[in-house]
């Protein structure tokens, strides 16, 4: 099974077509697409209430990707909002609690910076982290080549199946030593992710720039790269029940309607948007 989603649900203008559609735009999105990455979780851990409503408000089918706080991970370099890390993961996990009691938890994806690279204080670190985790699956997702360099490739799938990591296959640009190449392998026998960054090399670079929201993210796949992207997923089902694939490609409006282009190369259904099955208004001068 392939299933499509997006990064987050509040930025695609492209699917809420209409006023009632921006009105309810989760409620709207779990209409078109079975899974959502809840990307806020990264710059705050989100409320119980918040992660209640937003079950609630999805098809029983539906599956949240939860994105692992940014103190988690070792973004946040400065001091954590938290008394310790117990209490921040405490916290997450409560968090997390709603959507995996209604069994519409997929994952929490453990997203890592740039600057964590190969070595063994790190791999101790997710070892402690897979640890504190104990119960909820988790998908593992690199931004450092040096865990994928050749002599290092087999090492680290290896590590990532025995230590039950379900492996976040990466589509991003190719920019030098933070970032990881297509590693087209399951490490999961459940469960694949594929995220879709884009291919903006100069965009990729501009975390320090005022404006990186809105380049980072700046591409339009083709149809020829959805295609090959196809093959790919193809033959990731056979190694993993279910690949699932979300397009963060955001910074232009873009993610949605590439999603829906790949779902259609795939030969899912693809919902009509809201308003295409209105009735239109006869012109008086169409005969």
Not at 30 to 55: H, P
Not at 89 to 108: D, G, I, P
Not at 150 to 164: A, D, S
Request: glycine share 6%; charged share 25%.
């Amino acid at each position: 099974m392939i299933t499509v989603g997006l990064t987050g649900w509040g930025d695609h203008d492209s699917i809420y077509t209409t006023k009632e559609a921006a009105k309810q735009k989760l409620v709207t999105y779990g209409k078109l697409f079975g899974t959502v990455e809840v990307d806020s979780m990264f710059y705050a851990i989100q409320s119980k209430r918040n992660m209640e409503k937003w079950t609630a408000e999805t098809p029983a089918n539906f599956r949240f990707v939860v994105k692992a706080f940014q103190g988690m991970t070792g973004h946040s370099r400065g001091k954590i909002p938290f008394d310790s890390e117990d209490e921040m993961y405490e916290a997450f996990r409560l968090s997390v609690s709603t959507m995996q009691n209604a069994n519409k938890l997929k994952a929490a994806l453990f997203q890592f910076p740039p600057w964590f690279d190969c070595t063994r204080e790190n791999v101790l670190k997710l070892r402690e982290i897979r640890g504190r985790m104990e119960g909820i699956p988790c998908a593992l997702e690199f931004r450092n080549q040096t865990w994928f360099q050749p002599v290092m490739r087999e090492r680290t799938l290896k590590f990532m199946r025995e230590g039950n990591w379900i492996h976040s296959v990466c589509d991003e640009p190719q920019a030098g030593t933070g970032s990881v190449p297509i590693v087209e392998e399951a490490t999961d026998s459940e469960l694949t992710i594929v995220r879709m960054h884009g291919r903006n090399a100069s965009g990729w670079q501009s975390a320090n720039q005022p404006n990186w929201r809105e380049v980072r993210y700046l591409y339009r796949y083709n149809t020829q790269e959805l295609e090959e992207w196809a093959e790919r997923l193809r033959r990731l089902e056979r190694q993993s029940a279910e690949v699932c694939v979300v397009f963060n490609n955001n910074s232009g409006g873009d993610a949605a309607d590439n999603a829906r282009e790949l779902m259609g190369i795939l030969g899912q259904d693809v919902p009509k948007l809201p308003g295409e099955d209105d009735p239109q208004q006869l012109d008086l001068f169409e005969f």
